[in-house]
């Protein structure tokens, strides 16, 4: 299919209510890269600041010294700039609306009900002994307590690292230890679809694993009331030590580069990586992409259904909206339940003008056909928003045409955990849209396209993406491990940021993701690395041998295929495919359950020993025929074997 096929030009009625229209983003794009300084300086008063910043960009990607600075001698608080700065002009406009699992529950929490939580939560932590510099892990369900908790944290300078309520007991206790956490903030259980999920009792599990020992108490949100073990000393309920507290607590001065969370994420190697996110250029950031990209105005319904366990529910659930002052909706549960109306339904009850969801949720949808957008009536809506993943241009018409009813601009957000904020996207008012492009750089983002060897490619071309100069919302590094940043990020090529990502520009100087082009997995938008999954498998004693891959899926965008090389003496049956993927999931989460596994007798390995996993992503893609150069094969025969015993038929 032709990119020009469809082309969705902008209105002329958007463009001139628009933040930016196409010569304002010309402008001040131009600006951006010919003087980030007078630009970002420009930026930064969108913030308040104890200490305004006199120095704006200090920042090397140089191999021999990866360092990134951004408004080194300001001083702000992050939660002084969403909260206390509203509460004169909006202190009684809902800040977050949630919408509970159960249709029938929702409540709205102004500007000042968030301030005086968070104050109250704030005070509570520091009676804990908590302060400046310390790291807080929150493992939460998605209720307001979980912005409270980031932004209480922020108030006194504490570091939260956010762990993805679907995470595992084992995984929550790799965070814990990797960010040497005194304290876990959870509830006794979230309630997803319908089901409960025992957060507390995974927070037991993970506080028995060796190395724990470093946290000292757990706060517990009471959600459902539901049976939970008690630890006595350890263990406090969080409306206990929250509602006596005073609603004033000063707010701490920080730094613009002390850090405001550590985020973990997988990547191609190893265990996942927490990033270290700071406090000035991130929010700067944060801010200014929710503003101009999905054209924030005043007054509107901002709903983003990410979780905040994810670096999308930071940024533009949390931080970026209350940062500019926006009501943002929260959603406790799934797009599904009770039944596949529930995303309009939301929409049409809260009124949201703006919707920020993933190419896997839409595409749920549309596998029920337009009929599960009848129950409601999506007037409301201004503008739709994807994340996560490439948006196939079948999903995007349908979110386009069903969803926003043929009339609301669809912006496709290309960014990371490591970005910070939305790097590839269109500005409403300025940038025709493409279905399937993320269409073109931010403020202050220069992209480009290189060979395997690193040299630039010009014009229409497609090659490895990299980000050639420092923006604000940038991770910092790797959270204790810079050594691990340098060489994930700026080794492979030198001087030069490396995405991980694959991508196309086109004629018009559009970017076309293409996927991940490391051994990075994308399922319904989550970051898997194949390399956690193989670990956890080679762990289990019937295991000699594991290799993951991803496979095309019609809903989760990737599927996960697992090929399985038993020790001697196990016999294969299908009770073993269940032990191992029932093992996998309580060792990294539900997310990570195996869609396919395949007996492996032999997996084709170089002569060197290296697996060739471009062979098994072909047997797994069911791309058998175009299996390319297999000559360097040390067998060539395990291919033929992989093939005839395919387990995706
Ligand atoms: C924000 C977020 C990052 C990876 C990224 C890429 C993929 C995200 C995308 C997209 C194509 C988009 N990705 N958005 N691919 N188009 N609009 O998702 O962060 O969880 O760190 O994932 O997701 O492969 O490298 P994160």
């Known amino acids: 299919m032709s990119d020009q096929q469809h082309v969705y030009p902008v209105s002329d009625a958007i463009a001139q209510r628009a933040w930016a229209d196409r010569e304002t983003y010309q402008a001040m794009y131009q600006h951006s890269l010919d003087d980030p300084e007078s630009f970002w300086k ?85 009676e804990l002994g908590i302060g400046k510099g310390d790291t807080v892990t929150l493992y939460m369900p998605m209720i307001p307590e979980a912005a409270i908790a980031m932004l209480a944290c922020a108030r006194i300078g504490a570091v939260h690292s956010v762990v993805f309520g679907g995470f595992s007991p084992d995984a929550v206790a790799q965070r814990v230890i990797g960010a040497d956490s005194r304290l876990v903030i959870t509830a006794d259980e979230s309630v997803r679809g319908g089901k409960h999920v025992p957060l507390k009792d995974n927070v037991d599990a993970a506080l028995t694993r060796k190395g724990t020992e470093v946290c000292q108490h757990v706060m517990v949100v009471k959600r459902t009331g539901g049976d939970i073990d008690w630890q ?71 709903w983003c259904t990410a979780d905040v366990g994810w670096v999308t529910g930071h940024s533009y659930i949390v931080y970026g909206p209350l940062a500019n002052g926006a009501t943002t909706l929260m959603f406790e549960g799934v797009p599904s339940y009770p039944t596949h109306g529930r ?176 051994d990075v997995l994308n399922v319904s938008g989550h970051r898997m690395g194949t390399a956690e999954i193989e670990s956890s498998l080679v762990a289990h004693t019937a295991v000699a041998e594991a290799a993951v891959v991803g496979f095309p899926h019609d809903i989760k965008g990737q599927g996960i295929y697992i090929y399985v090389t038993l020790n001697d003496g196990i016999e294969p049956s299908d009770e073993l495919k269940k032990e191992l993927s029932l093992w996998v999931r309580k060792d990294i989460g539900p997310i990570a359950s195996p869609d396919v596994i395949q007996w492996a007798p032999g997996l084709p390995k170089t002569r060197s020993g290296k697996i060739m996993r471009r062979i098994l992503r072909k047997i797994a893609a069911n791309e058998c025929d175009g299996l390319g150069d297999t000559s360097t094969l040390a067998d060539p025969s395990v291919v033929d074997e992989l093939i005839e015993h395919r387990a995706n038929k």
């Open 42 to 126: 420009e930026q930064a008063k969108r913030l308040e600041w104890i200490t305004p910043p006199t120095r704006i960009k200090n920042t090397s990607f140089s191999r021999d010294n990866v360092d990134i600075r951004w408004f080194e001698d300001g001083e702000l608080n992050v939660a002084a700039n969403c909260l206390d700065r509203h509460l004169e002009t909006r202190g009684d406009q809902t800040a977050i609306i949630w919408e509970g699992d159960d249709p029938n529950e929702a409540k709205h929490v102004t500007y000042r009900e968030l301030y005086e939580r968070t104050n109250q939560l704030a005070n509570a932590l520091k």
């Open 232 to 302: 006595q000393g350890r263990d406090l309920w969080f409306h206990e030590a929250v509602d006596k507290q005073s609603t004033e607590c000063p707010a701490e001065a920080m730094n613009a580069e002390d850090p405001l969370f550590i985020l973990y994420t997988s990547g191609s190697t190893g265990a996942p990586k927490g990033l270290k996110h700071t406090t000035g250029g991130y929010l700067t950031y944060a801010a200014m992409t929710h503003q101009y990209v999905f054209d924030y105005q005043e007054g509107d319904i901002y």
């Open 343 to 518: 995303l309009g339904e939301v929409v049409d009850k809260h009124k949201v003008n703006i919707l920020y969801t993933a190419p896997t949720a839409v595409r749920a949808l549309m596998a029920h056909g337009d009929k599960v957008m009848e129950t409601s009536s999506r007037e409301s809506l201004r503008l739709l928003g994807s994340v996560g993943e490439p948006i196939n241009p079948e999903a995007w018409e349908w979110f386009h045409r069903v969803i926003g009813n043929g009339r609301c601009p669809l912006v496709d957000t290309w960014w990371q955990t490591e970005t910070g904020g939305i790097m590839i996207a269109p500005l409403p008012g300025a940038t025709d849209l493409k279905p399937g492009s993320a269409t073109k750089p931010f403020f202050g983002i220069k992209p480009a396209l290189v060979d395997n060897e690193g040299q630039e490619l010009e014009g229409a071309t497609e090659g490895n993406l990299v980000i050639l100069d420092s923006w604000p919302g940038q991770a910092r590094s790797i959270w204790g491990d810079h050594e691990r940043f340098v060489q994930t990020y700026f080794s492979t090529y030198d001087g030069m940021y490396f995405t991980g990502d694959g991508c196309r520009r086109d004629e018009d100087g559009y970017y076309w993701i293409t996927g991940r082009v490391d």
